[in-house]
């Protein structure tokens, strides 16, 4: 099971809104709408961001919002602030024997 | 709240084996999912190991099966992750997560193990 195929790195200035993408196969993110998103910053844990393709864990910013379209899962942050910088990555359920998938990761830089 | 505490990380030599250990508190650990998932330093997440509540069904990563092994002590509210036959490509910080809707709704600080001569 290789990888889900992300963008090394996205940027946006204060208040815009930038996308991550999250391409995987009909195996995975294609099949299932089981993809999560989670945020890293430096030398912490990752948190969830989003689940089950775009619902929101409570607490949450209403600015993180998943959605998919075929293989391509995606994260749009809206209103970019200094704090969203960090690293991204997206998960998705394979139903395989491999069970889940991560993501190359995405670091988000706020200009 | 809900916490994860892993322990037991270290450092290895090649060939040797560590036992990972996690410690949770703060939600009914016998009703939950779990997995351990792993970190490269200055590299990518990677999913290693899945356990159902009961322990019954269990996955693991093509890069770990027939090395590594996962189990849970329900009374103790503790996961495990055994692992033989260490590699330097083993060498990472371990995290606990619990998983909820087929995401990780919560994770541990991590701990790391180092494999090296």
């Known amino acids: 099971q290789s990888a889900l195929t992300q963008p090394a790195s996205v940027s946006g200035s204060p208040g815009q809104s930038i996308t991550i993408s999250c391409t995987g196969t009909?195996?995975?993110?294609?099949?299932?709408?089981?993809v999560s998103w989670y945020q890293q910053h430096p030398g912490k844990a990752p948190k969830l961001m989003i689940y089950?393709?775009?619902k929101r864990p409570s607490g949450v910013s209403n600015r993180f919002s998943g959605s998919k379209s075929g293989n391509t899962a995606s994260l749009t942050i809206s209103g970019l602030q200094a704090e969203d910088e960090a690293d991204y990555y997206c998960c998705s359920y394979t139903g395989s024997s491999t069970f889940y998938v991560f993501g190359t990761g995405t670091k988000v830089t706020v200009l | 709240q809900v916490q994860l505490v892993e322990s037991g990380g270290g450092l290895v030599k090649p060939g040797g084996s560590l036992k990972l250990s996690c410690a949770a508190s703060?939600?009914?650990?016998?009703?939950?999912?779990m997995s351990w998932i792993r970190q490269a330093p200055g590299k990518g997440l990677e999913w290693v190991s899945y356990i159902s509540s009961s322990g019954s069904t269990i996955y693991y990563a093509d890069s770990v099966r027939g090395r590594f092994t996962i189990s849970r002590d329900n009374a103790k509210n503790s996961l495990y992750l055994q692992m033989n036959s260490l590699r330097a490509e083993d060498t990472a910080v371990y995290y606990c997560?619990?998983?909820?809707?087929?995401?990780?709704?919560?994770w541990g600080q991590g701990t790391l193990v180092t494999v090296s001569s």
């Open positions: 703060g939600f009914t650990f016998s009703d939950s999912y």
């Open positions: 089950e393709g775009s």
């Open positions: 009909s195996s995975d993110v294609g099949s299932y709408n089981l």
């Open positions: 997560a619990r998983d909820g809707f087929n995401s990780f709704d919560n």
